[in-house]
């Protein structure tokens, strides 16, 4: 099997999982419990919140525990826009946002909330310039992603939270989860940051929100005391300890990672482009861990079922929209074809990936043109 979907999920690490294993038998009491084994899963899950902000560069109490990206995003978004709903109601995302936080913009509308969805540039970026145009007296949120996860377009967030706190009133959150561990992350400019494990080669249903401590949130998931009230629920104590350990191997890994993916990403671009019909989606200044392609000759549904057939796995699209039309809405919202649309696959990658693969790729994607593609 060739795994080019990394952006999707990862494989958990051998190390996280034994961790991981030996924690279900050793800590498995509930940690607001308060006999002696809850108290001891309380203080090991608190160590992990204190590791993580450590490395992190933030306060423990600016750390919160969830079971999801989608979770941290649609509290992040909902949560800080009901509760400080006093303040305005003009809130600004952009038009290629995942679909937790589209979501999440879109409910806050039915609500009586004002949304504007800013476009990006060709490149699928979100430009200084843009967020200024857009930028109200009355504007409370700004939330946009760090690195886009379907061409991998990078967000100059830096300069887009500058911008964003001239404003007293409004905060800036940024969806970080695929950037984490990948690219340096500007933590001290975010008022909120969403960050998720399983991209990460951890658990699946582990994630944080990064917030501000002096941020208030009005709670999802209503009912306890857990993650200082704001998100009722016995805590998943064994995922929660063990995302330290996740996070750690990863920062550990982080720059021979991205030089080996940025490899391979180069060699990738330099063979598709000579196959006639092959267009590279993904800007040059992308993240390497994401390329973009279509083929003139064959639809992304195709194209994703005969890779599938030979055991290659990649994606169209994000993943949680996988399964609603058949055009990519981010690569329209670039300017680019409906053909483009319609056409692209994204590959996605980790450290682990190697030329090898890559070449076996190309191989496979010339066998499938030359069987089913339509004539250029």
């Not at 590791?51 to 979770?71: G, V």
């Not at 990948?182 to 399983?198: R, Y």
Request: hydrophobic residues 35%; neutral net charge; charged residues 20%.
């Amino acid at each position: 099997m060739i795994y080019f979907d990394n952006s999707s999920t990862t494989s958990v690490r051998t190390e996280v999982c034994r961790v991981y294993e030996q924690l279900l038998h050793t800590a498995f009491a509930n940690p607001d419990a308060m006999h002696r084994p809850g108290r001891d899963v309380h203080a090991k899950m608190e160590t992990a919140r204190q590791k993580i902000a450590q490395m992190l560069n933030r306060k423990p109490d600016e750390i919160l525990f969830t079971s999801s990206a989608s979770e941290s995003n649609s509290l992040a978004i909902i949560g800080y826009c009901l509760a400080y709903k006093n303040r305005g109601n003009h809130i600004l995302t952009t038009n290629v946002e995942h679909a937790s936080v589209d979501h999440s913009f879109s409910w806050l509308e039915t609500m009586g909330f004002e949304v504007q969805r800013m476009p990006v540039n060709e490149q699928g970026i979100l430009t200084p310039e843009v967020l200024k145009q857009h930028m109200r007296k009355d504007t409370i949120l700004v939330s946009c992603m760090h690195v886009n996860n379907e061409m991998g377009a990078i967000n100059p967030i830096e300069e887009l939270a500058s911008i964003v706190h001239q404003n007293p009133t409004c905060v800036f959150h940024a969806d970080c989860v695929q950037s984490f561990t990948k690219i340096d992350i500007p933590w001290k400019d975010l008022d909120l940051a969403t960050v998720s494990m399983h991209k990460i080669h951890g658990l699946k249903g582990s994630a944080l929100l990064i917030k501000n401590q002096d941020l208030k949130l009005k709670p999802l998931i209503q009912g306890g005391q857990q993650e200082q009230g704001f998100r009722g629920g016995t805590s998943n104590a064994p995922s929660n300890i063990v995302a330290a350990k996740t996070i750690r191997l990863a920062l550990e890994e982080k720059e021979k990672s991205f030089d080996r993916v940025s490899k391979l990403n180069t060699y990738l671009r330099s063979e598709l482009i000579k196959i006639p019909g092959v267009h590279i989606n993904s800007p040059d200044t992308a993240l390497p861990y994401i390329l973009n392609i279509s083929f003139d000759q064959i639809t992304s549904e195709v194209m994703l079922n005969a890779l599938d057939q030979k055991g290659v796995c990649v994606s169209a699209k994000s993943t949680c929209s996988s399964r609603s039309g058949n055009e990519s809405s981010t690569l329209i919202h670039m300017g680019l074809s409906e053909k483009r649309a319609t056409h692209m696959i994204r590959l996605s990658f980790d450290g682990n990936n190697t030329k090898e693969e890559a070449q076996q790729f190309i191989k496979i994607c010339k066998e499938i043109l030359d069987t089913y593609g339509l004539p250029l």
